[in-house]
């Protein structure tokens, strides 16, 4: 077990659930910088809600597939702690933006090992998010098909995302024990817009599942 389970609560679009979602108990918020996306944030418009955020708070940018120089006027205009790189990235690619970097993927049983491979090689990646989608659109997986692959001393901090949800992210945590859960689509009221009872029910249930074997 990781001892407690990290939160990040992503799709952020406005300060007040920022500041909610921090309130609430979550580690981290997340600036989705996708153009044409349902929770699209420019970097500027992210960096005023960066700026204003408390200590101890971890901003994660999210973008995807872009080449390094787009990568690098992003991360300028927005200076996230950590940036999420959800796409289909090269490793040269990844390892250029690095370090700080969270590679994302999306759960295939028949890809699940070399991918854990591939990106466990790269000392730049700090952490890997294993999503139940390539695009972030909120898909659950089987968690118990995934905690027979992970290798009992994987090398990186492991995130699970995708259609989790205070319904589910329980028994999410208990078959994996994850370093970290995203949530998005699973507290919001709609798109981009986070409804902060919802955020208050999935930081109860996490804390429940860390309090049980």
């Keep these: ?8 609560v992503c799709g952020i679009t406005s300060f007040d659930d920022a500041a909610a979602a921090i309130e609430l108990g979550a580690d981290a918020v997340g600036f ?9 944030i420019e970097p500027d418009d992210a960096a005023e809600i960066l700026d204003a955020l408390p200590p101890f708070v971890t901003a994660v940018g999210v973008v995807r597939d872009l080449d390094v120089d787009t990568y690098c006027e992003i991360e300028q205009r927005c200076p996230c702690h950590i940036m999420q790189l959800h796409g289909k990235e090269s490793e040269k690619t990844v390892t250029a933006c690095g370090p700080g970097v969270i590679k994302a993927f999306r759960y295939d049983p028949a890809t699940i090992r070399s991918q854990l491979e591939r990106w466990g090689a790269i000392d730049e990646v700090d952490a890997v998010l294993i999503d139940g989608s390539d695009g972030g659109a909120g898909e659950a997986f089987d968690w118990y098909e995934l905690a027979e692959f992970l290798p009992a001393e994987y090398e990186k901090l492991v995130i699970i995302a995708g259609g989790l949800h205070a319904g589910n992210v329980a028994e999410a945590i208990r078959a994996i024990r994850p370093w970290a859960v995203d949530v998005s689509s699973g507290v919001e009221a709609e798109p981009g817009v986070k409804d902060h009872d919802k955020i208050e029910a999935f930081m109860q ?9």
Excluded: H, I, Q
């Design 32 to 40: 989705v910088m996708v153009p044409d996306t349902p929770r699209s």
């Design 205 to 213: 249930a996490v804390r429940e599942a860390d309090e049980t074997e």
């Design 1 to 8: 077990m990781n001892g407690r389970t990290r939160v990040k």
